[in-house]
């Protein structure tokens, strides 16, 4: 099979990229390198395992003509691609909101013009500020005001799950779509406002960790081993079609446990400074309190539960980090 991944040299369309690379099929690329990487797809290009396998574009998912010859040729989309990351998205809000909306409307409307099947990712975050848990597929999506930017991200993404859902039912497009919740692993950096690397990074070289607000709000963490388990078992699961599946962890933990946590793990004398939102970002910042998934849809429709634990996702994210690291510091000496 040939699978077309955009975004695949992001932090989860590369591991993706590796998997179906593992599992024999050919995989084709294309990212624009905004907030991906080479090196997270370098080896896959390199290896000898794969054979010539895999093929990379360097262009953006608004080139018309490379999309179209992409599209065509593939028997899969996973559509990835997508301005990520709160930071991100707070200092683009523009620019993002075209690439997940625009980018999006681009890639359906090719699938549905050669009738590929499509996975559409989307995010927790359209589930806005509801703090009930577990959040299930069918619970409404409440937001703040269109002037705190921060729900743009979840405005933009829940646009899509419609629009994917508006061409599978009128048309028969064959998409899945799934909702993330905060996927961690290696080769995620915290450039862009992903939390676990970024106290991580601090704690690696031993200065203060930055905890907003007052660090009582909580989240689950879904190892990246698992979201791509979950995705090959999704796209490989007919009644998976039409629907909109969570794929999150089931541990929950205060990002001020959390950062206790990292500090002990990496055995640093970093300690913590509680920031306020509207000191660490804008006014046009809002939080959400907690967010947990059900994942009970996912294992209904494949028998797929997450099962790699916290701690475990830490080991990983810190032995990364720092070999990071000390390559940074190699580099510079
Ligand atoms: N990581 C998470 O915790 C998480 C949570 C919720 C949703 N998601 C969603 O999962 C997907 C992948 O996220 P990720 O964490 O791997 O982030 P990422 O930033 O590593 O990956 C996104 C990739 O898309 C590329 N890209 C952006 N605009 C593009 C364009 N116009 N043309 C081509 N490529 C473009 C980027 O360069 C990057 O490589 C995104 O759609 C994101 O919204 C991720």
């Given at each position: 099979m040939k699978v077309l991944i955009t975004g695949g040299a992001?932090?989860?369309?590369?591991?993706?990229?590796?998997r179906y690379l593992e599992l024999g099929h050919k995989v084709y690329v294309i990212d624009d390198l905004s907030t991906g990487r080479t090196e997270n797809i370098s080896h896959l290009q390199q290896s000898e395992k794969y054979d010539g396998r895999f093929f990379f574009t360097h262009d953006t998912i608004f080139n018309d003509k490379v999309l179209l010859d992409l599209v065509g040729i593939c028997d899969l989309v996973v559509h990835l691609a997508a301005a990520v990351g709160v930071e991100y998205i707070l200092n683009n809000p523009l620019s993002s909101l075209k690439t997940n909306?625009?980018?999006t409307e681009k890639i359906l409307e090719l699938c549905h013009r050669f009738q590929k099947k499509v996975l559409l990712a989307s995010t927790s975050e359209v589930y806005g500020n509801q703090t009930h848990a577990p959040l299930k597929e069918t619970d409404g999506c409440t937001y703040g005001p269109s002037t705190k930017a921060r729900w743009s991200y979840a405005a933009s993404k829940l646009l899509d799950e419609f629009m994917a859902l508006g061409y599978h039912r009128t048309e028969g497009l064959p998409v899945v779509i799934v909702r993330f919740f905060n996927t961690v692993g290696p080769k995620q950096t915290g450039r862009y406002g992903m939390v676990i690397p970024r106290l991580v990074d601090q704690a690696l070289k031993g200065e203060t960790l930055t905890v907003y607000g007052d660090g009582s709000q909580s989240r689950t963490f879904t190892h990246v081993k698992d979201v791509v388990e979950?995705?090959?078992?999704?796209?490989?699961t007919p009644e998976a079609e039409g629907e909109v599946v969570n794929?999150?962890?089931?541990?929950?933990?205060?990002?001020?446990?959390l950062a206790q946590r990292i500090?002990?793990?990496?055995?640093?004398?970093?300690?913590?400074?509680?920031?306020?939102?509207?000191?660490?970002?804008?006014?046009?910042f809002e939080d959400m309190q907690r967010r947990v998934p059900s994942t009970e849809k996912l294992n209904s429709l494949t028998g797929f539960r997450t099962s790699i634990k916290l701690d475990e996702i830490l080991n990983d994210v810190i032995e990364d980090r720092r070999s990071n690291l000390?390559?940074?510091?190699?580099?510079?000496a």
């Open positions: 992001g932090f989860i369309g590369s591991h993706l990229a590796e909306i625009g980018g979950a995705l090959v078992q999704l796209l490989e794929i999150g962890g089931v541990e929950e933990t205060s990002i001020l446990n500090i002990k793990k990496t055995d640093s004398k970093s300690k913590i400074n509680l920031i306020p939102y509207d000191v660490a970002f804008s006014k046009d000390s390559r940074k510091l190699k580099d510079q």
